[in-house]
Nanobody
Framework: VQLVESGGGLVQAGGSLRLSCAAS????????MSWFRQAPGKEREFVAGISWSGGVSYADSVKDRFTISRDNRKDTVFLLMNTLKPTDTAVYYC???????????????WGQGTQVTVSS
């Protein structure tokens, strides 16, 4: 399974971005997908996850601001990020596995990451 993220960039605080993660697999609809992020000097942290059946989970820090979704026809998962804050600045990674988990150790496949920078 290969995962390719896109959609990162530089945005002002209060702005929005939508990240995409395209998967190259015929089994995408059976995978649980998540987004993680890693800021300089910090550990990789869970942001949001969506199960193969559509159940979603969010970190408290992004709840009510971020929305995760998936399109199984396009083998793609999305992360819509609204009301962005400077503290959201990080490299955002897409991950695939057999469960939505907050530990990065539970995931089998990772994308290369996309940089999101939020200026104040």
């Amino acid at each position: 399974v290969q995962l390719v993220e896109s959609g990162g960039g530089l945005v002002q605080a209060g702005g929005s971005l939508r990240l995409s993660c395209a998967a190259s697999t015929q089994t995408f609809s059976s995978l649980d997908m998540s987004w993680f992020r890693q800021a300089p000097g910090k550990e990789r942290e869970f942001v949001a996850g969506i199960s193969w059946s559509g159940g979603v989970s969010y970190a408290d820090s992004v709840k009510d601001r971020f929305t995760i979704s998936r399109d199984n026809r396009k083998d793609t998962v999305f992360l819509l990020m609204n009301t962005l804050k400077p503290t959201d600045t990080a490299v955002y990674y897409c991950a695939a596995g057999t469960a939505v988990a907050t530990s990065p150790d539970e995931y089998d496949y990772w994308g290369q990451g996309t940089q999101v920078t939020v200026s104040s």
